[in-house]
């Protein structure tokens, strides 16, 4: 099961010089990616074309096509900008995080069912996913192949063999 279409890609934050670049946060994972796409969007669907894009410290700066001066760039100050996921091919075992929130986490062996994956948090090292069980706790569960053992998209399921202790009252 896919999600949204459109996925939040990095927000507009200020101007960048006098030729209508924009300094835009990304807000996926590796600002790389931003850089390798050709086309962004906003909220309403509407294509936004980059004429070109670089990764400056933590930041993209981004020259959009039709925006040629810093008054013009300065008006889109605050702009959200999305990617299509279906521009965006993720290697074999990576997920859009939008497609894991929500998830039922349970047990690989025994189909006991922990909570719903409500948060991910990256950390470096490896991502950490946060489940909430029916009663309210959180459990913070690493996102490491000795715990996950298998993501079921179709049926919003992850399956999971959890560490001794993780969840124990």
């Keep these: 099961m896919a999600g949204e279409k459109y996925l939040e890609a990095g927000k ?3 101007v960048h010089g006098i030729r209508g670049e924009v300094k835009v946060l990304p807000l996926c994972d590796d600002p790389q990616l931003l850089v390798q796409l050709d086309t962004l969007y906003y909220k309403s669907g509407v294509p936004v074309m980059i004429e070109y894009a670089r990764v400056h410290k933590n930041m993209v700066i981004m020259k959009l096509e039709n925006v040629s001066s810093a008054d013009e760039a300065q008006k889109l100050r605050g702009r959200v900008l999305y990617l299509d996921r279906d521009d965006v091919e993720l290697p074999q075992g990576c997920y859009f995080i939008q497609d894991l929130l929500g998830m039922t986490v349970k047990d690989s062996e025994s189909g006991k069912v922990y909570g719903t994956l409500t948060d991910v948090f990256q950390t470096g090292a490896n991502d950490v996913y946060t489940v909430v069980s029916a009663e309210g706790k959180e459990y913070l569960v690493p996102a490491v192949p000795d715990v996950i053992m ?5 049926n919003n399921i992850m399956y999971i063999k959890p560490l001794d202790g993780l969840f124990d009252e």
């Design 12 to 14: 507009i934050t200020s």
């Design 150 to 154: 298998k993501n079921d998209l179709d």
